[in-house]
């Protein structure tokens, strides 16, 4: 089954599903009193991910403790990174971290922080990811091939049978590709799988290297 690089989706039968469901998500948010951004208990979650992974690389980088101890600090850095990517920086670029957008903004810059591109991730997943949800070949947060198959379109082979047992050894691999290899892909081919990124400003050519090199040097 081939897909086409930019599929377009028609609603041929004016179905109003998308309204529809917005409504009732606003409706649920109203009927029990919440607020669809983030909350004072988000940003102490969002403080206390930050304070560990700043805390463990001062000690780990300036205090030189033990290996046994580093490797561990190490192990505590790896999942608060993923902390402050799942629950700072993806809530921050899809505007649902604070009712600020400046906040909204410097939670989704934090990325940048990390070592990868906020710019590059915009464009990776809030536009393409959130067009394109897992149609194959155009969705490059399914491309994983060929060491992963993630929809029937991609090429079966014997050995993703067992896919599920070393998928997870594999994932603690994504960071380093992430930060070292695939932001810079997509910035020199200007585009995310088959898909072109909006042409980038100087600004953002700026803040994509100085981020870059701050991260690394």
Known sequence: MKTSPT?????????NFHQELKKRVQEYFDTNNKKPTGNYSLYFKAGLFWVIYIALYVHVVFYTPAAWIAILECLVMGCATAAIGFNVMHDGSHGSFSSSKILNKIAASSVNALGASVIMWNNKHNIIHHTYTNIGGVDDDIEIQPLIRLCPSQKRYFFHRYQHIYVWLLYTQ???????????????????????????????????WVAKLFFYF
């Open 174 to 208: 994504l960071y380093i590709v992430w930060v070292f290899a695939t932001d810079f892909v997509k910035y020199f081919r200007k585009k995310v799988g088959p898909v072109a990124i909006k042409k980038m400003s100087t600004w953002e050519h700026i803040s994509f």
């Open 7 to 15: 599929p377009k989706f028609r609603n041929k039968k004016n179905s």
